[in-house]
């Protein structure tokens, strides 16, 4: 799933070949066309500027011939510079833009640079990001040896005709590493190895320069002819086109101003989009908002930034038990939340004040939504799929966090906010709190050699070294459980010890629910007050705030037939969510679906059964109150599978099920036979979790 979809988009016939392009953002908006590439990759290489930037500009991508939306190809003459440039300009008019700010990324600042020296009263302002453009000429020059058959090829000698024809998937291995040569870059180079399988060898071919490709006006020339404010970004590691053009540009005159990024790539774009996005905001005077105010600080409420992740709904139940405490404890404290559906519906029946730029997150959890199957997740391959979408949301978390001075941010698995701070420090503005329930990715794959056993690994490794190099970004870590709950094993190969990372660098402070178990040990009263029969068995099936759980609730309808033939007196109430449909649940005797019960977790303090997913909100409040359940981990949830798994059996708590194997007719005897079982096995838990995370929380607030 994409951060941000087109509000337009099509196939133009421009100049003899078929293009592509994309809109975003409003078109009262002023525009910035972002031009393409070379043809290894597509349009796509700007996804991370793209949401950001469609917040406050017409935002228009183009493919020309070659990939992308571009027609395939191998004719040499769709790939002239000037040829690209003019359909550049034909897309816009087509969209009836007259003038625009023009950003390019690599040889794409070939083509700004020529667009803009040809097209000037075209051109507001001017982004070359990667630059490889200086007065000697334009970039790639032309190289014989491209055609050059060798008998053995190392380095950049496989910038080859014959390598890339023959050995295509060793070029883009090469190619993408000199790119993205910083650590930690797989994801980077794993999509742009996917985009340059969207084109051939044969048509990266037909766009290697030569003197027929390049423009006919010299470099030097149009140069001089650019009039515009020009921003140069460029990598002092870059290994495709060094930084060195860029700094014979920024001689040109005072509108030419080049960033040095220091340490960084080639692709800075796409592996520091939060500097880049910055800059590029700097540059177009960027936020400009119409009233600013400014309070003294003496005159300053007590605010506090929460945000709450959307992935399912235990979050932020326990981050509002955790507020309230907190309010207990710093009475004048205003809390903003930071947050998106479903979460938003569950703060607003709560009363609580959500942060009106809310508005403009991407969507996580319809992220995880479209990457599941028949009760499957792999959670850990969502989130690496979700890197956009995280960029996005951070883009708008600096937003809020600059235009109000709070005293706090809270984040509970706020992973954007988490690992960006860690990569830009110096953003840090206010004391900062981390919280989660688990920690470190594990691999569903059990072979030790895996790509997903060397990628878990990888990510567990950048977040031990950000935070040992980082320490004074999160003023706190809170751990939900106790250091026991966490899995026993390591990060990956050579990597510590979970439980004693964890002891070194989180505070436990127990699970935390949003009630006190005492108030639910009198289960008739409470079975009264929610409508229930005192002595009817009753039992309430549940899978959370998303829709991944829709063939689970079918399985528990198929079900319970069975189980009411032994058990005719039972009630059965399903629970469906906000995200399916109830009607979609066949009715039967016994048994009903509501959309949503409010505070969920009363009704599960009083059910003889509980049939739930394996997620750990609901297990936990499950298990804290004694009731009998049965859990269905989803397939390849490395956090239900590993994790939630682990603590449950931790507690002695609930049946572990498998979904793929359990039929309707032996999940109706698990639930004949788990229904009203004992309990009394269960570990006790500690209670007061909530008060102990808000009373470290407000002695950060408070120091």
């Known amino acids: 799933m994409r951060a941000i979809e087109p509000t337009d988009s099509g196939l133009l016939d421009l100049d003899g070949f078929q293009v592509g392009y994309e809109v975003f953002g409003s078109p009262a908006s002023p525009a910035l066309l972002l031009l393409s590439t070379w043809q290894i990759v597509h349009s796509r290489i700007w996804k991370m500027q793209v949401p950001f930037l469609a917040r406050h500009f017409q935002v228009v991508t183009f493919d020309p011939p070659g990939n992308g939306l571009g027609e395939r190809t191998t004719d040499p003459a769709?790939?002239?510079?000037?040829?690209?440039?003019?359909?550049?300009?034909?897309?816009?008019?087509?969209?009836?833009?007259?003038?625009?700010?023009?950003?390019?990324?690599?040889?794409?600042?070939?083509?700004?640079?020529?667009?803009?020296?040809?097209?000037?009263?075209?051109?507001?302002?001017?982004?070359?990001?990667?630059?490889?453009?200086?007065?000697?000429?334009?970039?790639?020059?032309?190289?014989?040896?491209?055609?050059?058959?060798?008998?053995?090829?190392?380095?950049?000698?496989?910038?080859?005709?014959?390598?890339?024809?023959?050995?295509?998937?060793?070029?883009?291995?090469?190619?993408?590493?000199?790119?993205?040569?910083?650590?930690?870059?797989?994801?980077?180079?794993?999509?742009?190895?996917?985009?340059?399988?969207?084109?051939?060898?044969?048509?990266?071919?037909?766009?290697?320069?030569?003197?027929?490709?390049?423009?006919?006006?010299?470099?030097?020339?149009?140069?001089?002819?650019?009039?515009?404010?020009?921003?140069?970004?460029?990598?002092?590691?870059?290994?495709?086109?060094?930084?060195g053009a860029s700094y014979d540009l920024a001689t040109t005159g005072p509108d030419w101003e080049l960033v040095v990024l220091e340490g960084c790539g080639h692709g800075a774009l796409a592996r520091h989009p939060v500097q880049v996005n910055r800059e590029i905001a700097r540059f177009l005077d960027l936020p400009n908002p119409q009233r600013r105010t400014w309070t003294r600080a003496m005159a300053r409420p007590r605010r506090a930034l929460f945000i709450s992740s959307p992935i399912g709904l235990g979050h932020v139940q326990r981050d509002l038990a955790i507020a309230r405490e907190l309010r207990g404890l710093v009475p004048d404290l205003q809390i903003d939340w930071l947050a998106q559906p479903p979460v938003t519906g569950v703060l607003e029946r709560a009363g609580e004040t959500i942060h009106p730029l809310s508005s403009q997150l991407a969507s996580e959890s319809t992220h995880w939504e479209a990457s599941a199957g028949e009760h499957r997740l792999h959670c850990f391959h969502a989130f690496r799929e979700m890197d956009e979408i995280l960029l996005a949301n951070f883009m708008v978390f600096l937003d809020v966090v600059r235009e109000t001075p709070y005293d706090l941010w809270i984040g509970d698995e706020a992973w954007e906010v988490d690992y960006y701070l860690h990569e830009n420090p110096e953003l840090k503005t206010a004391p900062y709190i981390f919280m989660t329930d688990f920690l470190g990715w594990l691999p569903i794959d059990d072979d030790p050699n895996s790509r997903e056993a060397f990628l878990t690994a990888d990510y567990n490794t950048e977040m031990i070294e950000h935070i040992e190099r980082f320490p004074s970004v999160r003023d706190r870590a809170l751990y939900f459980g106790e250091y026991d709950d966490l899995v026993p094993g390591t990060f990956g190969p050579g990597l510590p010890d979970i439980r004693d990372w964890a002891r070194e660098h989180v505070e436990a402070v127990g699970y935390v629910v949003p009630f006190d178990p005492a108030d639910y040990v009198d289960t008739g009263t409470i079975r009264e007050r929610l409508g229930y029969e005192p002595e009817q068995p009753l039992v309430v099936a549940a899978v959370g705030g998303t829709a991944v759980g829709r063939h689970l609730l079918d399985k528990i309808a198929s079900a319970w037939p069975l189980i009411r033939r032994e058990r005719p007196d039972a009630r059965c109430v399903v629970v469906a969510g906000p995200r399916i449909d109830p009607a979609s649940i066949p009715t039967q005797p016994g048994l009903e679906v509501r959309p949503y019960i409010h505070n969920l977790y009363e009704h599960l303090a009083v059910a003889d059964l509980g049939i739930v997913q394996g997620g750990l909100g609901t297990t936990m409040e499950l298990a804290v109150n004694r009731r009998p359940f049965l859990y269905f981990p989803l397939r390849d949830h490395c956090?239900?599978?590993?994790?939630?798994?682990?603590?449950?059996?931790?507690?002695?708590?609930?049946?572990?099920?498998?979904?793929?194997?359990?039929?309707?007719?032996?999940?109706?005897?698990?639930?004949?036979?788990?229904?009203?079982?004992?309990?009394?096995?269960?570990?006790?838990?500690?209670?007061?979790?909530?008060?102990?995370?808000?009373?470290?929380?407000?002695?950060?607030?408070?120091?």
């Not at 023009?102 to 040889?107: I, Q």
């Not at 097209?119 to 020059?141: A, K, Y």
């Not at 883009?172 to 794993?190: D, M, R, V």
């Not at 956090?639 to 099920?657: K, P, S, T």
């Open 639 to 703: 956090e239900q599978v590993f994790h939630v798994a682990h603590r449950l059996d931790h507690y002695r708590a609930g049946q572990r099920l498998d979904y793929d194997t359990t039929t309707p007719e032996s999940l109706a005897a698990a639930a004949i036979t788990t229904l009203s079982s004992d309990t009394s096995s269960y570990r006790q838990h500690e209670a007061g979790a909530a008060r102990r995370a808000a009373t470290l929380i407000a002695e950060v607030l408070q120091r």
């Open 78 to 243: 769709a790939f002239t510079y000037e040829r690209t440039v003019r359909q550049a300009v034909g897309v816009l008019d087509h969209l009836g833009i007259q003038r625009s700010t023009v950003a390019g990324f690599s040889r794409g600042c070939d083509f700004a640079i020529l667009l803009t020296a040809t097209e000037p009263e075209r051109v507001e302002r001017l982004i070359l990001i990667g630059n490889g453009v200086s007065r000697s000429g334009w970039q790639p020059q032309p190289d014989a040896g491209f055609w050059d058959r060798r008998a053995t090829y190392a380095g950049w000698e496989k910038r080859n005709a014959h390598y890339f024809l023959e050995h295509y998937d060793d070029w883009l291995a090469f190619f993408f590493s000199q790119i993205f040569p910083e650590p930690h870059s797989t994801k980077l180079i794993e999509d742009a190895s996917g985009w340059a399988r969207e084109t051939t060898p044969e048509i990266l071919v037909s766009t290697v320069p030569n003197p027929e490709l390049l423009p006919r006006l010299p470099a030097a020339e149009a140069i001089e002819h650019i009039r515009c404010p020009v921003l140069l970004l460029h990598g002092d590691d870059d290994r495709c086109d060094p930084i």
